[in-house]
């Protein structure tokens, strides 16, 4: 079975500051990985994903997650953050041969003006 | 282009009703899961259908049930709530059960 660490439960940070979101994960075969953002009383909404391929991946708002295998991460950053950036933040993994997600346990992120 | 579906909102439930909540999904998506998010937890896998099957289900009793209609939309059954069934139910569809998942607002249910 798979599972997920987030290592920070809360990261409050100042507006126009760097962030990094941590997630590391467990697996014995490949799998997916995946960001979920979740404002609150919504959805989660897809942050960005990687497949396959380069191991930098981007979303359209700034924020870029990049695969380590050797280290199992996938940590999720962005070099400056918004006050609209305050939410939760999911890490998620799949295998790639199975249905299931398997969900950390969320970090909120507070981003202080 | 409207994205996945759940209703109703919000549910308010006594100990041992039965409840039901329902899902649409993603126009072109033909593949649905059901997800449990206790309050401050990651969501937790319930099961998934495809073609009005159940594919794969996570750990969960046999109190939770489910179904999945020609049309593709489904529907989540739960019998003898429990107060530890209070969560927000999230429903995710995709194609053919691959790995991008959509996810739908979600249903609050309260147990009281």
């Known amino acids: 079975a798979q599972s997920v660490t987030q290592l920070d439960s809360q990261v409050p940070v100042f507006e126009e500051a760097p962030v990094e979101l941590r997630c590391n994960y467990s697996?014995?075969?490949?799998?997916?990985l995946f960001w979920y953002v979740q404002y609150p009383n919504q959805g989660l909404q897809l942050l960005l994903k990687?497949?396959?391929?380069?191991?930098l991946v981007k979303s359209i708002n700034g924020f870029e997650a990049e695969f380590n295998k050797s280290q199992t991460s996938f940590h999720l950053r962005k070099p400056s953050v918004h006050i609209s950036d305050t939410a939760e933040y999911f890490c998620?993994?799949?295998?790639?041969?199975?249905?299931?997600?398997?969900f950390g346990t969320g970090t909120s992120l507070t981003v202080i003006p | 282009d409207a994205g996945v579906t759940q209703s109703p909102t919000h549910l308010i439930k006594t100990r041992g009703q039965q409840v039901t909540l329902r899902c649409s999904p993603k126009?072109?998506?033909?593949?649905v899961s059901w997800y449990q998010q206790a309050l401050g937890q990651g969501p937790q896998f319930i099961f998934q259908?495809?073609?009005?099957?159940?594919?794969q289900r996570g750990n969960f009793p046999d109190r939770f049930s489910g179904h999945q209609f020609p049309n593709y939309s489904s529907e989540l059954n739960v019998n003898a709530l429990l107060l530890g069934d209070s969560a927000l139910y999230l429903c995710?569809?995709?194609?053919?059960?691959?790995?991008?998942?959509?996810f739908g607002p979600g249903t609050r249910l309260t147990v009281t």
């Open positions: 995710a569809s995709s194609f053919q059960g691959r790995n991008e998942q959509y």
């Open positions: 697996s014995s075969v490949s799998v997916y």
């Open positions: 990687y497949l396959s391929g380069s191991t």
């Open positions: 998620a993994v799949s295998e790639r041969t199975g249905n299931q997600f398997y």
């Open positions: 126009s072109g998506h033909d593949t």
């Open positions: 259908y495809y073609e009005e099957e159940e594919r």
